[in-house]
């Protein structure tokens, strides 16, 4: 029996273009710590996100691979190209922001002139915005393709990724403040 239908050298891609910001603020920052302690938030996570990178890219018995119409095609296309700009231009802001943030950890007077409350503000909202686009990548991507566990996979790995970014993000700002 067949299980794996096709696979998807266009999901794929996007995938790949999509997380190569990802890929490098990893190796740019390996020992950063992530997640928070909700064990049942992180395992949602994990489990909705290997889902949703699967499924993104194999298709498993349920139909074949393909849209329904070509409107659904290009919403496809044209969509995951505008979260792949959108993530790399939003990576691009928050590389330059972070660098202002350790120039000033440092204690220059004039950077620390330029990093102000403001920016450590527009900061935790970037990166709010910045966890929500693989989200939306995987929603756009299951809703057009009609394909339910891709969808099921991303709305598991948006409520676990959204809130374990956001406690991170809280229990960073209380140990900073």
């Known amino acids: ?16 273009l999509f997380f190569l910001p990802n890929l490098v603020h990893y190796i740019r920052r390996p020992g950063e ?24 890219v194999f298709w498993f018995a349920s139909r074949k691979w ?55 503000r527009s900061l935790v909202g970037l990166k709010m915005v910045i966890v929500v686009l693989p989200v939306l990548l995987f929603l756009l991507h299951g809703i057009t393709q009609r394909y339910v566990p891709l969808l099921v996979s991303g709305i598991l790995f948006a409520v676990g990724h959204i809130y374990v970014t956001y406690e991170q993000i809280k229990s960073d700002t209380v140990k900073n403040a």
């Open 1 to 16: 029996m067949n299980i794996i239908t096709k696979g998807s050298l266009f999901g794929l891609i996007f995938l790949v």
């Open 33 to 56: 710590r992530t997640g928070t302690g909700n064990k049942a938030m992180k395992i949602l996570e994990w489990l909705g996100g290997a889902g949703s990178l699967i499924f993104s």
């Open 66 to 120: 393909g849209f329904y119409s070509i409107t659904e095609f290009l919403a496809y296309w044209l969509g995951s190209m505008v979260l792949i700009l959108l993530n790399w231009i939003l990576w691009a802001v928050y590389f330059f922001k972070t660098r202002l943030h350790r120039v000033a950890a440092k204690g220059d007077a004039a950077s620390v002139f330029v990093v102000g409350k403001k920016q450590v």
